[in-house]
């Protein structure tokens, strides 16, 4: 099951920053402007990019679903098959901040919880009264029943595409209301970020017919770090958490992405296992560090105003540190054998694990440096 103590710990961490004077300021000194600016960028140039992309695959993905069930055809699920793992992609670019409304919403939990509960399945799809009412109901399944994985266990097999002839019409009805379910959340952490009036309208009726317009304008509060109303009660806590966030994505990936099948701990915690797309999924959790570290989405070098940026100033070594561990770490996951679903075992899974934990490592170092700067 996806580890849900990630979830509880990142909750944590915002409700901490709350329970803090939110009327306490910095100083404005030089440290203060550049975080701040730092603080601006991640949410301008990397959150909002990537939930936006997020969101637009999505609804890509859902239409892709709503045509098969209308003519089903192996070329519509190859195409179906194709839109999931760019939507997959973006998800997983997203991980190093699943703070804020993947957190507070429970969004991570719901739309990324693996291993897939086969048996709540099956029983799902042989009951009339609950497929007959699935499209109300799917957003209040087991989490192991929606979602990615929901999707990918309905149009992949053994890393293939399913031939458009073995997916039942149950099934088919079944994976399209979990890909509007996917859709209204994608939506969400676009609009609670970006704040609702920034999105398409398109999405805005897709959370309003839901009733399901964020409560928090995230991005906001990241820029107004140490100002009355922002969970954040400074500015240096506001880059710190894009930090913290880095460091708790590459200690799930780790120690239990990669860490919990390799060790024999649980050999069946394997992530997007039809597909294979799990060293994909992997690789991409690293991206989504290096973005918000480096402050773009898809940046493989410190923009001006970032936290890598500021770093580099207060301890230059801490940062080359992390440069060097994020290339490393990349490679050493790229290494691995695939499909991961049948190499777990391999040499080479255990020097990702470490390669992983010297990111990890790295990170913190760099971390203190800024508070302690």
Excluded at 201 to 222: T, V, W, Y
Excluded at 318 to 330: K, Q
């Amino acid at each position: 099951m996806h580890n849900l103590m990630k979830s509880a710990a990142l909750t944590a961490i915002v409700l901490a920053a709350a329970a803090c004077d939110k009327n306490g300021t910095e100083s404005t000194n030089e440290k203060e402007l550049k975080l701040r600016k730092a603080n601006e960028e991640f949410v301008d140039a990397t959150v909002i990019p990537t939930y936006k992309a997020l969101a637009d695959k999505c609804l890509d993905l859902q239409s892709a679903l709503e045509e098969l069930g209308n003519a089903a055809t192996d070329e519509g699920v190859q195409s179906a098959c194709s839109l999931w793992k760019d939507a997959r992609r973006n998800w997983e670019w997203s991980e190093a901040f699943l703070f804020g409304a993947a957190s507070k919403y429970s969004i991570d939990p719901h739309i990324d919880t693996w291993p897939l509960d086969r048996v709540a399945l099956e029983n799902l799809l042989g009951s009339e009264k609950m497929m007959a009412d699935i499209d109300n109901v799917v957003s209040n399944l087991n989490n192991g029943l929606v979602g990615f994985h929901g999707i990918e266990y309905i149009i992949f097999r053994d890393g293939k595409q399913r031939p458009a002839a073995d997916i039942s019409p149950v099934e088919m009805k079944y994976v399209i209301a979990v890909a509007r379910d996917l859709t209204l959340n994608a939506c969400r952490l676009e609009a609670a970020w970006a704040g609702t009036a920034n999105v398409t309208a398109e999405k805005r009726a897709i959370l309003e017919e839901a009733e399901a317009e964020p409560e928090d304008d995230f991005g906001e509060q990241m820029k107004l770090c140490g100002q009355a109303g922002s969970v954040w009660k400074s500015v240096t806590a506001g880059s710190e958490q894009i930090i913290e966030g880095c460091k708790d994505i590459i200690d799930e990936v780790g120690n239990s992405k990669i860490g919990k099948p390799y060790t024999g701990e649980d050999v069946n915690y394997i992530e997007s296992p039809h597909s294979w797309n799990s060293i994909t999924d992997f690789y991409d959790n690293v991206v989504s560090i290096r973005s918000a570290y480096f402050g773009k989405l898809g940046a493989t070098s410190a923009q001006p105003n970032s936290v890598s940026a500021y770093i580099s100033a207060a301890d230059k070594s801490a940062d080359d540190n992390v440069a060097a561990a994020l290339e490393n770490c990349l490679k050493a996951i790229d290494a691995m054998p695939r499909p991961f679903v049948q190499n777990y075992k391999d040499a080479k899974v255990g020097e990702a694990i470490e390669a992983c934990d010297a990111l990890n490592t790295a990170l913190e170092a760099a971390r203190q440096a800024l508070i302690n700067d």
